[in-house]
């Protein structure tokens, strides 16, 4: 069986199998939890593995033979001709909450725990390669009570409390193709598959016992194709430097999928996924230290949720409102000597990103803002391949405005493997 054949019958193996675990959602366990995922599609995950999320999240400007990258499908040209390559991860965090309840602040604290992508990167012909692999996009993951407080309400039926639970994620399998001209300019387009399940339920209990407590089920299946393009262009300057230049767009697709509203097949609304615009810059010097610089822009505007109750999740006093997201990342990576046969650690990648995102919603008419720092580190096994292990300390919301303010700690751990599949025997 032919290098190529291999590789490709591999790779359909592993979305299938990958496909099937990420496909259980009904287990009850929840892979994402904040309050803030109850609108939209819910908590939008940074694309990318443990590699660069190391950096921030930095990527779309990155061209590195020894890793994956899913930030931009152009740059899987950048590899070894002959050589097959994995990427598998893990995710957890460990999130605390706080909230200000009249003079005091109310906290709680839950740690979840996740599969994070499943990729592989093959070459096709000459200066072009492909790579397959599915990963999360978005999870859903609540559980609160709101007590009613207008006093009318409460002077004809007593005290009302509603509970509001979502559980659930949305998933995208891709395959990307690329291809590079004139040694620098590399240019790829990948294919997406959006699928997954996001349960939604709202009930209401009367502590007056002549009034009939209520529970309402909402379930969204998602089955949606969309497209991602993306350009990154190397500069050589002088013998020891280069400068990449790097840009994405993903295509605001319109979702698929249906509703059940408590047992009763619904319709979906005209509901779109936001179009995002990705730039970035990178610096490198030798094999030895490398900036990056990204910035991502994305319309959510137009998507329809606030005219639909189920991605609207509103109530009176905490209106939702789709909005344009945005996000800044920086990373900086530096490796001692990659090459040193004597002193391991001089052989291990260090790295270091921040970053600051602007959510793509207002509660309240208020923005939700996150920022944070990554810490990481790549360990190499055996030619290229390697172990990395992140580490992420971030914030987002605030104490102001009645809202939610999140703390956490973010954990990613993924495993790189690298082969020859496609050399040819030499025979005297």
């Known amino acids: 069986m032919s290098g190529k054949v291999r590789s490709i019958l591999l790779a359909a193996g592993i979305l299938l199998g990958a496909a099937s675990l990420y496909a259980e959602d009904d287990t009850g366990a929840y892979t994402g939890f904040t309050p803030y995922s109850v609108f939209g599609f819910g908590d939008l995950y940074t694309m990318g593995s443990a590699y660069t999320a190391s950096m921030g999240g930095v990527g779309i400007a990155s061209r590195n033979n020894r890793f994956i990258n899913p930030m931009n499908p152009a740059s899987v040209t950048a590899r070894d001709s002959l050589s097959v390559m ?5 995710t957890g965090c460990s999130k605390f909450y706080s909230q200000a309840s009249g003079s005091s602040v109310k906290r709680s604290v839950n740690n979840v725990f996740n599969i994070g992508d499943c990729i592989m990167s093959f070459p096709i012909y000459r200066s072009s390669a492909m790579m397959v692999g599915i990963m999360p996009y978005s999870s859903t993951g609540y559980n609160y009570v709101h007590a009613e407080t207008d006093p009318v309400t409460i002077a004809n ?3 009302v409390d509603y509970n509001y639970y979502g559980q659930g994620g949305i998933y995208k399998i891709f395959a990307a193709a690329g291809v590079t001209f004139f040694k620098r300019l590399s240019l790829g387009v ?3 598959y959006y699928f997954g399940n996001i349960l939604k339920s709202r009930s209401i ?22 497209a991602k393009f993306g350009m990154q262009y190397s500069q050589p300057v002088g013998d020891r430097m280069e400068l990449g230049f790097g840009a994405t767009y993903n295509l605001g697709s319109k979702l698929r999928g249906s509703i059940t509203n408590t047992g009763a097949e619904g319709t979906l609304g005209d509901i779109h996924f936001g179009n995002e615009l990705g ?28 005219e639909d109750p189920f991605f609207s999740a509103s109530r009176g006093d905490f209106p939702f409102k789709a909005d ?17 046969a004597r002193y391991y650690l001089k052989t291990v990648a260090y790295r270091l990103g921040a970053f600051y995102n602007k959510e793509y919603f ?33 914030e987002r919301g605030t104490l102001e405005n009645s809202l939610v303010q999140e ?10 493997l690298y082969d020859r599949w496609f050399h040819r025997m030499q025979y005297e």
Request: aromatic share 16%; proline share 2%; no cysteine.
């Open 279 to 306: 730039l970035g810059v990178s610096f490198t010097y030798r094999d030895k230290l490398r900036f990056e610089f990204d910035f991502l822009n994305s319309d959510w505007r137009s998507s329809g949720f606030e």
């Open 407 to 416: 703390r956490y700690i973010g954990f990613h751990f993924s495993a790189n």
């Open 324 to 340: 344009v997201g945005s996000s800044f990342r920086a990373g900086v990576e530096y490796i001692p000597d990659r090459r040193d």
């Open 362 to 394: 207002k509660v309240a008419g208020h923005n939700v803002d996150a920022k944070g720092i990554t810490l990481g580190a790549t360990f190499p096994i055996f030619n290229f391949n390697a172990v990395t292990v992140a580490v992420e300390l971030g």
């Open 190 to 192: 990948e294919g997406i």
């Open 157 to 159: 039926v007593g005290n």
């Open 205 to 226: 209990s009367f502590t007056d016992p002549s009034y009939l407590s209520s529970t309402y089920l909402d379930r969204v299946n998602v089955n949606t194709f969309s």
């Open 86 to 90: 994995m990427d598998f991860s893990i």
